[in-house]
Each structure stands twice: as structure tokens, then as C-alpha cells.
């Protein structure tokens, strides 16, 4: 059983509590499809609205669900393999976005503020960059270990839906070695241009996730191996949030690539460990596309964002809102008088 109290030690600890996973509750799940049909609409006519509904009623363990006090929570991270200059920025503006997310100036501040979304912001050993996978494991299994830890207090139960976003100049260098280490393929497949790299960064990128892939391969027999040699401190906290809010019954929405290689971890060691997630966007790196069909996902939205900071995710938002309120609220056929359809 999961403790806050107790958090995991090691990545052994993580692995025990993973195979303890909760599984989406059969009552709540058969009350909203019994009530589905009884509303006064054609039946399936809101998509994937009622997919939503569902899916949440099914994770809370409620037939009511609700999508009213959702959490963003950005973890911000540094990473040593920007040593190897692969991103278009310096690794100084974690820090600088940081003060910028306290201070409410981010786009992330923005869309929190217009769909009413709490926002938080941990710092995962910000000013400790984590060592250059290039050459070395980029966490020792304790450091990996206490940064999921760190990322599982960011979630408690009774919140709504939980969204992990992440800051961390490098981490799309990460992302994809974390990819590539899972699902194989080429490291092309899965390197992208990040921030705005030119092309011959690019081609530099490209051959630092390739080499690293080679390097450690040795050494990763699992997800949490990979996390360990070529992850970072805020991916590992968003794996370690994505697992707790699974152990606690919070529905998760995931954003882009970063977030979902993140997810990626759980999924390659339990398929089943996403069942609790939803994909918000498609980000526009290349790799996104690639990861959410691994991951057996369909985005909700396709709008051409690649920011990261939970962004393209909190704007699905309102969306699980709008599927919440039809599924409660709405009359049904018996009490609107509404006729039904002809029998065939
Ligand atoms: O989430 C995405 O799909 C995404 C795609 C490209 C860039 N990012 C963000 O940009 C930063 C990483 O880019 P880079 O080029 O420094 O690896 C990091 O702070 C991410 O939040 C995020
Ligand atoms: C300015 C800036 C803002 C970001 N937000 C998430 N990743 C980012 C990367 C940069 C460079």
C-alpha cells in the first residue's frame, strides 16, 4: 500500500509499489453507462465527451464526475547533457522561468487563469544539474528514487485531475534518448529541434541520444533503469506524480512530448500503468506523434504547441468540464418528455 509517509527509498520501492496498481471502478463505470442512454440526446452523438465522462466517473470511483478542481503542477529540472549544446537556450532560463511562473507571467499563468486551474511550480534540485548522460548515468537509483518521491507529494486524493508540466532547458535531448531506450527504432525517429535548434544542432542531438542509447544499454533492463541513466529530476517527478495519482484515484492528463515520455516509463514496466491518463495534445516535436502511438493514446487536441509547462494539457481543461456537466446535468428523456427514437 501506498503511504505519504513512507515515501519510496530506491527504485526497487517503486517497482513494489507498481504492482499494486488500482483498476477503474466497475460500479461507477456501470452506472454512467446505464445513464448515458436515458439523456436527451442520440446516442454516441458527444464523441468523445462521453468517452471523457466515463473515464472519469471510472478513475474517481464516482458516478458523478467532476473536472472542478483540477492541479497543473510544473516541475522544473536541470540537465547536464546541455553540456553537449544541444538545446537553443541556456540552461540559466530554468531558474529565470521559474521566477517568471511565480510571477505569473508565463503563457502556463495565462491559460491556468482563463480555464481556473490551480498552478504550482517544484523545483526538483533546480540548482543541481543532473550528470551529462553523454558520459555518464545522469542519477545515481536513490537520487532517481527521492525525485519521484518528490514528484508523488505533488498529488493527493480527492483532487479532480492532476496535469504534470515540466521547465527543463535539455529535456527534449532526455526525452528522446527515454523514448528511443523503450521503443527502439532510430534515434531520427525521435529527435526533434526542441527549442528551435538549427540543423546542425540537430544532426549534434541526433548523435548525442544515439551514442547514449549505446552507452547505457547495458544497464537498463527496465523503465526505471532507463529514467536513471538518460531521464532527468523532473521527468523522474512527473513519472513518480503520474504513479501516485494513479495509487490515490486522480484522473491524469498528460501534455507533450516531455510529459509523456515521462508516462512512458510506467507504461514500458506495466501497460496497463496509463490506463488512469488521457493525452491533451499532440505536441508539433516530431517524436509526440511516435511516443502517443506506443503508448496506445489519441491526443484531444492537435494545436501545433510544443512548450511544455503543461500548457496544450491544462487547455483540454474545459473541455473535461463540458463532458462532467452533460453527463450530470443534463435531463433525461423522462423527465424533459422528450420522445425517444422509433423502435427499428
Ligand atoms: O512538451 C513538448 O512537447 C515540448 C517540446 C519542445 C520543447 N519543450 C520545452 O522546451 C524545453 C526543452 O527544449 P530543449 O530544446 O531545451 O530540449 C523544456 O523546458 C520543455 O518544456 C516542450
Ligand atoms: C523561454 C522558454 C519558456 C519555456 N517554457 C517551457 N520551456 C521553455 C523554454 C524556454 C526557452
Not at 117 to 124: D, F, P
Not at 328 to 344: G, L, Q
Request: glycine share 8%; aromatic share 4%; net charge negative.
Amino acid at each position: 500500500m501506498f503511504d505519504p509517509k513512507h515515501p519510496p527509498q530506491n527504485l526497487d520501492d517503486i517497482r513494489a509499489l507498481m504492482a499494486e496498481l488500482p483498476k477503474a471502478d466497475e460500479t461507477a463505470r456501470e452506472a454512467v453507462i446505464a445513464r448515458e442512454p436515458h439523456l436527451t440526446k442520440p446516442e454516441g452523438s458527444l464523441g468523445r465527451l462521453e468517452e471523457i465522462s466515463l473515464w472519469l466517473a471510472e478513475w474517481q470511483g464516482n458516478p458523478r464526475p467532476r473536472a472542478s478542481r483540477p492541479r497543473v503542477t510544473i516541475f522544473a529540472g536541470s540537465h547536464g547533457v546541455c553540456d553537449q549544446g544541444v538545446s537553443a537556450f541556456p540552461a540559466s532560463v530554468n531558474q529565470q522561468m521559474v521566477e517568471n511562473f511565480i510571477n505569473g507571467g508565463a503563457a502556463i499563468n495565462q491559460i491556468c487563469k482563463a480555464v481556473d486551474a490551480e498552478l504550482r511550480v517544484m523545483e526538483v534540485a533546480l540548482e543541481i544539474p543532473t550528470n551529462d548522460f553523454s558520459r555518464e548515468a545522469a542519477m545515481l537509483d536513490e537520487d532517481c528514487a527521492e525525485a519521484m518521491a518528490f514528484g508523488m507529494s505533488a498529488v493527493e486524493t480527492g483532487l479532480d485531475v492532476f496535469v504534470p508540466g515540466e521547465m527543463g532547458i535539455g529535456n527534449t535531448t532526455a526525452a528522446a534518448a527515454i523514448s528511443h531506450a523503450l521503443f527502439g527504432g532510430t534515434p531520427e525517429d525521435w529527435t526533434g529541434r526542441g527549442t528551435g535548434i538549427d540543423d546542425s544542432t540537430l544532426a549534434l542531438k541526433t548523435r548525442v541520444v544515439g551514442d547514449a542509447v549505446i552507452l547505457h544499454r547495458n544497464q537498463m533492463r527496465d523503465g526505471l533503469d532507463v529514467l536513471r541513466c538518460v531521464g532527468g529530476r523532473e521527468i523522474a517527478a512527473m513519472a513518480g506524480a503520474i504513479l501516485a495519482a494513479r495509487l490515490q484515484r486522480v484522473p491524469v492528463v498528460l501534455d507533450g512530448y516531455v510529459s509523456c515520455a515521462a508516462a512512458a516509463i510506467l507504461h514500458h514496466i506495466r501497460h496497463d500503468a496509463l490506463d488512469h491518463c488521457l493525452v491533451g495534445h499532440l505536441s508539433s516535436e516530431p517524436g509526440h506523434r511516435n511516443l502517443v502511438e506506443k503508448l496506445g493514446k489519441k491526443p484531444l487536441l492537435d494545436f501545433n504547441m510544443r512548450l511544455g509547462e503543461g500548457s496544450g494539457a491544462a487547455l483540454t481543461l474545459p473541455l473535461l468540464r463540458a463532458a462532467a456537466a452533460c453527463h450530470n446535468d443534463m435531463a433525461t428523456f423522462e423527465t424533459a418528455h422528450v420522445s425517444k427514437r422509433e423502435e427499428d
